[in-house]
């Protein structure tokens, strides 16, 4: 079994309105991490935390996270198999840094 990442501490009650504010910011609506972050008033980085939590439990009320892959603006390389949310930081075929931000939506 994989070891829970340490939480900040922020109390669960927090933690569950802002998981809120980004599901219901991402209702019918594609946003990236940065939209959302400016929507819900927290860092990006906290973003990313947020939909790793909120894919992992959605579905249990028969709605999905639809993820846009990352893609390279140089080559076009889509990073379909990406376990982490976050925005990759290289294209490991050109090596280009210039990446286009993955975009997410709630259906
Ligand atoms: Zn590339």
Known sequence: MRKRPKEPFIPVE???TVRQKIISA?????????EISGNVSIPEKE???HLEHIQRTISKRNRNLI?????CIKCGFVFRKR???KKPGKCPVCRSELIEEPLFSIK
């Open 14 to 16: 927090r933690h569950e």
């Open 26 to 34: 991402l209702d019918g609506q594609t946003l990236s991490a940065k």
């Open 47 to 49: 973003v990313y935390e």
């Open 67 to 71: 993820i846009t892959p990352a893609e």
């Open 83 to 85: 376990e982490r949310l």
